[in-house]
């Protein structure tokens, strides 16, 4: 793929779209672009994050480890994802880890730089309050998945309501979002595929819908 400059970057990222160029030049300044490769540590949990992070290429993992060191993935993002906003803007610890999961480029903006020039523009304001509301369900979404109570409604819930990222990963990831084993998410898979609540899609799945009449 064909390097893009930052400033091309910064008019793909939705919040910064509407910016004159003057404002997307002081933004380039205190932006930077950083290639990782997949199985890459983008942050660990307990880090300071000094900078504003944007997924620009790939695909990234949050994830904690229990109390046996076992990894649970909150979740996979997907660009033009803003990645630990919440903890980056508030000047607090890191609450997660993170890695890459697909070869990649994350856009890293100077938080303390980024606060003083550009956090008050409204559509700035709005974009990262967007984000921190995907955020929101994505932690209901996990609640969810926490008292389903069989492993296939923990999959229609997955389906229903990621479309998108479900095309873009691999089952045994779904699985591990969903707390199921490989074995148990397969057979699931199956019978569900069986009963036409699900349809085969090139490498995917995606849950068919009944019009009502």
């Not at 983008?42 to 000094?50: I, P, Q, R, V």
């Not at 609540?197 to 068919?208: H, P, Q």
Request: charged fraction near 25%; glycine fraction near 4%.
């Amino acid at each position: 793929m064909k390097k893009k400059s930052i400033n091309t970057i910064l008019t793909e990222v939705n919040m910064f779209a509407s910016l004159e160029q003057s404002d997307l030049n002081a933004l380039e300044k205190i932006s930077r672009t950083y290639k990782y490769v997949r199985g890459e540590t983008l942050f660990t949990e307990g880090e300071m994050s000094n900078f504003l992070m944007i997924l620009v290429e790939g695909m990234v993992s949050i994830f904690k480890h229990d109390h046996k060191g076992n990894e649970i993935v909150i979740g996979y993002f997907e660009p033009y994802s803003l990645l630990a906003e919440a903890p980056t803007l508030r000047h607090t610890p890191l609450p997660s880890s993170a890695k890459f999961q697909r070869d990649g480029v994350i856009l890293k903006i100077d938080i303390l730089a980024f606060e003083k020039l550009f956090i008050t523009y409204p559509n700035i304001s709005y974009g990262i309050i967007q984000s921190l509301l995907k955020k929101v369900d994505l932690l209901q979404q996990n609640i969810h998945f926490k008292i389903a109570s069989t492993s296939s409604e923990k999959i229609l819930h997955f389906y229903k309501e990621n479309p998108s990222l479900s095309r873009n990963l691999k089952q045994y990831e779904i699985a591990s979002i969903l707390g199921i084993v490989p074995e148990t998410f397969s057979r699931n898979i199956r019978k569900l595929v069986n009963d036409n609540i699900l349809e085969k899609v090139g490498k995917g799945y995606r849950l068919l819908i009944k019009e009502k009449h």
